[in-house]
């Protein structure tokens, strides 16, 4: 008996049309999730992959990542009576007390004080400073010990649920001249690498994940304390608190950082500190136009001495 051939069962042009509508489908959502996440997402597609494949990141690096990771996409604590953490980091007697009293008023309750004072206990002449007061040690103008009290300021801030925001410092950018990368030392490597090196004012204003990442990072303030310091290999001098905080955050949450000024500084002088600013500079011109800045210029510390336009806030 010749045997018989079973003819196929094929799908119909209906059902292979189905088909190719589902599968496209879901092609085209997976690339709309990956290119746009939603605002309000903490861990988009694109943070799976990772950003520099060039290397394989050391122990200490994988356990860092993980730890903010975690901290990054959990989300934030909603308080009742969110506030504001108000972080003053002063040698001894903090200035203008009483103009900082008429700041505050009117909020009671929507904030909170603290202050480092590094050389002597001050005496308060505003009773909202006082018992304001925290542990403090000495620190040094330029040296990682400015850090160690910002990092002190932060975690007595955070022993308060309350605390949403806190507040001291800057922007981050690039500048490729002697007061910029040029205090990178390759000691870094391999965790942070010149390309991320990063400067940035002391001043800053952050969120309570960010202030978290702070105090919990070890590795990455172990290379500034010990590489990023006064009188260097070639005669560099490095900051600490100028470029510390900056990386930190360009490299663990680039998209979660404003890059902008928090304060009006003025560098056109160009000295080692900004233009103070006397009583008689004080008018209403003056103020009117700092309000009004939408671009803030950054000249670079090369000898091109070119200027970066930052966006302002």
Same mark, same amino acid.
Request: net charge positive.
């Given at each position: 008996? *010749? &045997?018989?051939?079973?003819?196929? $069962?094929?799908?119909?042009?209906?059902? @292979?049309?189905?088909?190719s509508? /589902?599968?496209?489908?879901?092609?085209?959502t997976?690339?709309?999730?990956?290119l746009?996440?939603?605002?309000d997402?903490?861990?988009?597609?694109?943070?799976?992959?990772?950003?520099?494949?060039?290397?394989?990141?050391?122990?200490?690096?994988?356990?860092?990542?993980?730890?903010?990771?975690?901290?990054?996409?959990?989300?934030?604590?909603i308080?009742?009576?969110?506030?504001?953490?108000?972080?003053?980091?002063?040698?001894?007697?903090?200035?203008?007390?009483?103009?900082?009293?008429?700041?505050? *008023? &009117?909020?009671?309750?929507?904030y $909170?004080?603290y202050?480092?004072?590094? @050389?002597?206990?001050?005496?308060? /002449?505003?009773?909202?400073?006082?018992?304001?007061?925290?542990h403090?040690?000495?620190?040094?103008?330029?040296?990682?010990?400015?850090?160690?009290?910002?990092?002190?300021?932060?975690?007595?801030?955070?022993?308060?649920?309350?605390?949403?925001?806190f507040?001291?410092?800057s922007?981050?950018?690039?500048?490729?001249?002697?007061?910029?990368?040029?205090?990178?030392?390759?000691?870094?490597?391999?965790?942070?690498?010149?390309?991320?090196?990063?400067?940035?004012?002391?001043?800053?204003?952050?969120?309570?994940?960010?202030?978290?990442?702070?105090?919990?990072d070890?590795?990455?303030?172990?290379?500034?304390?010990?590489?990023?310091?006064?009188?260097?290999?070639?005669?560099?001098?490095?900051?600490?608190?100028?470029?510390y905080?900056?990386?930190?955050?360009?490299?663990?949450?680039?998209?979660?950082?404003?890059?902008?000024?928090?304060?009006?500084?003025?560098?056109?002088?160009?000295?080692?500190?900004?233009?103070?600013?006397?009583?008689?500079?004080?008018?209403?011109?003056?103020?009117?136009?700092?309000?009004?800045?939408?671009?803030?210029?950054?000249?670079?510390?090369?000898?091109?001495?070119?200027?970066?336009p930052?966006?302002?806030?």
């Amino acid at each position: 008996m *010749k &045997g018989v051939t079973v003819p196929r $069962t094929r799908a119909s042009p209906r059902r @292979r049309i189905w088909i190719s509508v /589902v599968v496209i489908f879901i092609i085209i959502t997976v690339l709309w999730a990956y290119l746009y996440p939603p605002q309000d997402y903490s861990y988009p597609v694109r943070d799976w992959f990772p950003s520099e494949p060039t290397r394989e990141l050391t122990d200490a690096e994988t356990a860092a990542r993980v730890v903010f990771r975690q901290i990054l996409s959990t989300p934030p604590f909603i308080s009742r009576n969110p506030k504001i953490a108000f972080m003053f980091l002063t040698p001894s007697k903090l200035p203008f007390e009483k103009l900082w009293e008429l700041f505050f *008023k &009117g909020h009671e309750g929507r904030y $909170t004080i603290y202050v480092h004072a590094s @050389r002597e206990k001050p005496q308060h /002449v505003s009773p909202i400073f006082v018992g304001r007061d925290i542990h403090s040690e000495k620190v040094g103008w330029g040296m990682i010990t400015m850090v160690d009290a910002e990092r002190r300021l932060l975690a007595k801030a955070l022993e308060d649920i309350d605390n949403q925001h806190f507040v001291l410092l800057s922007e981050s950018f690039n500048d490729p001249g002697p007061h910029g990368v040029y205090r990178y030392s390759k000691n870094m490597l391999p965790e942070v690498r010149e390309s991320e090196f990063r400067k940035g004012s002391q001043w800053f204003s952050m969120k309570r994940q960010h202030a978290m990442v702070v105090i919990a990072d070890s590795l990455y303030y172990t290379k500034f304390r010990l590489y990023c310091r006064p009188g260097m290999e070639e005669g560099r001098n490095c900051y600490a608190d100028e470029h510390y905080l900056p990386t930190l955050f360009h490299m663990m949450d680039p998209a979660g950082i404003a890059n902008w000024s928090v304060t009006y500084v003025d560098w056109s002088e160009g000295k080692w500190h900004p233009r103070s600013f006397r009583a008689k500079d004080v008018t209403y011109e003056r103020l009117k136009n700092m309000t009004s800045i939408d671009v803030s210029n950054h000249i670079t510390s090369d000898e091109k001495r070119s200027t970066v336009p930052l966006n302002c806030n």
